[in-house]
């Protein structure tokens, strides 16, 4: 067996499925650089989660920590492949023994009306940045983008990501309204069900004046992707499939007073003086799992504001070659290859968004559906995170190690090559001002206000 210590294997990302596949490979003795974008590394759990799962979001940076702060793992943050580091330069001539691609899902599937792309901040936004200026708007260094959150914005979406949208909006829109009437309330009581909270301060959700955001789902609401059906389902097991879904979005309504339309297309843009006033949809009709739009039933929803929220999928490297929205890795899940390199594999959602979800490796589907429902504020416990992420972790456990049993056919790197790699390293974290462990540099970077 190849002697691991002489390997060095750059990971991309250093969330969930970095920082899990960086820690497997660094217990085998592997030295290991997580390269990172942002000065924090917790992905999706801090800039996608909304900000109301604030113990749990805590929980789940704490495990990503634990792993990043392992011996042979080398911390690089702030440095994004593609802009501070060219990919296939990284892959040629830095020396790693391998590249692992760890840097999730974060460019917003196209909203697919032609002419969209012009409208972006004006009347249009995508769901990546909205989330992640919410997260961090009321941080005093926040220094990006802002968004309004008007009243009876629509929203076109369907999936998980589409309801915490939805909820951020009316949210909003309801501590606006309480507070105008001085009504002291936040986030977090209006999470638990704005109803309940309106009940709380003796006042009727229906004369806080808010009309409420408008959900669109191009299919029909059961289904909806809120619940998933065990693999190869029985006729039975996709009916009560669709019966939860139904009963989730239902519940959903009940407490955030959202309004919904199902088998609704978008098909055009309502423009006006040159800003989004709208879209235009045609109902559908359903077949399998085709929805098609039914001539003549286009109608114009007028919006202040519309929110895409349709989907993430990786975000395009300069020099990565795509084989459609993905990256060209080779189909197996279980050890994605990037098909165009050699020693270039992918883990975790950059291999297929959030698409494939594999939950039955790990929990039941009574277990996720009562998760999800957690998640979603609508469930009768406290959301726990960090079981919803166990599937996201196991399958970067298996891709990493099929990492390994790749790495142990290669030829190990001479020590003048491991000490090269690791200068190389070093002065990218130098550049990055991260000369310090790994505790010393969060705590350094983390905002006094982060929520
Ligand atoms: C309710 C719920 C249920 C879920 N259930 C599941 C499930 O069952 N199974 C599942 O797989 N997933 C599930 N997910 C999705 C889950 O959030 C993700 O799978 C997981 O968080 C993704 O982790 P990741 O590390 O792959 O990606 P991310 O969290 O997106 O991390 C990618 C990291 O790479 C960094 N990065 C990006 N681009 C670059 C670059 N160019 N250079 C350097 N760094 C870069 C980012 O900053 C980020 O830190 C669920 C999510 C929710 C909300």
Redesign the pocket.
Known sequence: MANLGQYFVAV???????SVSAEILADRGIRVAV????NR?????ED??PRWHVEQRKQEYARIDSRLRKPNVYFVPS????RDLDFEDLCKNWGFSAVIL?????RDRDLGVPGAADFVDKGLVYQNPFIYWYNHKNEKSYTGPRYETPDEAVVVGGG?ASIDVVKVLQLENYERAMKARGIETNIHELEKGIPAACKAHGVRPEDMGVKGCLLIYRRREQDMPLAQPPDNPTPEQIAKTEQVRQKMLRLARDRYLFRFQERRLTTGLVVENGHLAGIKVAETKIEGRRAEPIPGSEQELRAPLVISSIGSVP?V?PGVVMKGDYYAFTETEDFPRYSAADRVYGV???VTG?GN?R?SLVHSQQVTNHL?EN?MGIGDGEPDIVA??A??EE?AAVQAEGVIERLESLTPLSSEELAKVEQRVRSLQEKAGCTCDYDAWIAKVTPPDLE
């Open positions: 991309i990302g250093g969330a969930i499925s970095g390269i990172e974008q942002n590394p917790y992905g999706k759990i996608g989660l440095t994004k492949l593609g760890a840097n999730g899902a974060w998980l975000e490297i975790g959602n950059v959030q979800i939950v999800i998640y919803l992420q599937p996201a399958r």
